[in-house]
């Protein structure tokens, strides 16, 4: 049975010169360069690296006796996985890898091999995360899986968050093992009720099915298989696995969780009427934060991702291009006197990240937290 769904409800009429020069701006970036917003070349062969550096040491896992270099390979396999997912089956599944959506499906559909599953994914991400970003019932990237963590102010203290800045780095790697775990079916349950499964396009069984068959296929190839033939005892196996999963989790968590979660970013709270004070467009300059843009280097590596602001503002914009629209974001922002949040380093948004878990370890958070 269905339960009622309802939603917060942004400004209108708002922003709205910000709104089409920003929109217009972009366009004229693309049309004047006459290139597409898609995935050009480079993208291609990025694709095929982070594929081979996912699929290739675990291959030869099955040829070595050596313990350490067996564990060593599954640490690489780890990295792979990481940077399939933060730059290939992440603009797949945002529809911004391709023009054609079939394409996006089918490099979307990778992350059955990374342990997920798309749908879930789009709803949890597309849906609810990239709408409302930092909204606390709403946006499940902040909604802690367990009661030790609050990533909110307005989620519920407990004294135990005194603390959280010292251990909450622990549960990152567990990002993506709970993703095979339990996550996916607990949110299949949730998301159907909510008629979320539905608006996907899916119904209920095919939805299940697609779970069910994703994490078999999963299960066979990284674990059954290794069991079975690698030449390597049982528990250096499930040893290896863990160290694939942590080492993607903590990658993962940690290039997200300084977008959004810092002291300079909102975390916006509907008013009785369920209504959200900025436009959807500002919202996003409003709860979200770039770190790092200046290396060309990392931003490859991180898929983008610390490019944030423009991720969020143009999510089916592929993420080869958002330095090149950046500056365009950056002073249209200013022009019209908004935020354009941006850290660094990737290490000083980690600082800012782990002061922002401090200041929420507290039960009443300083004022400069904006709510």
Known sequence: MQESFTTPKFARNVNVEFNKTLNERVSAYFSQRKISKHANFNMVLKTVFMLALYFTPFVFTFYTESIWLTLLLWFVAGLGMAG??????????????????????????VLNLLGGNPTNWKIQHNVLHHTFTNVEGFDEDIDAPVKLLRFSPHTAWHPVHKYQYLYAWFFYPLMTIMWFATKDYKQAIRYGKKGLVNSQGKSAFSHWASIIIGKLVYASIFLVLPLLFAPVSWPIVLVGFVIKQFVSGTILALIFQPAHVIPDTSFEKPNDSGDIQADAKVHQLLTTANYGVKSKWFTWLVGGLNFQVEHHLFPTICHVHYRGISEIVRNTAKEYNLPYYTNRTFFSALKAHGKMLRMLGQKDCPEFVHV
């Open 84 to 109: 399939i997912g933060l730059s290939v089956m992440h603009d797949a599944n945002h529809g911004a890898y391709s023009s054609n959506q079939n394409v996006n499906k089918f490099v979307g559909a």
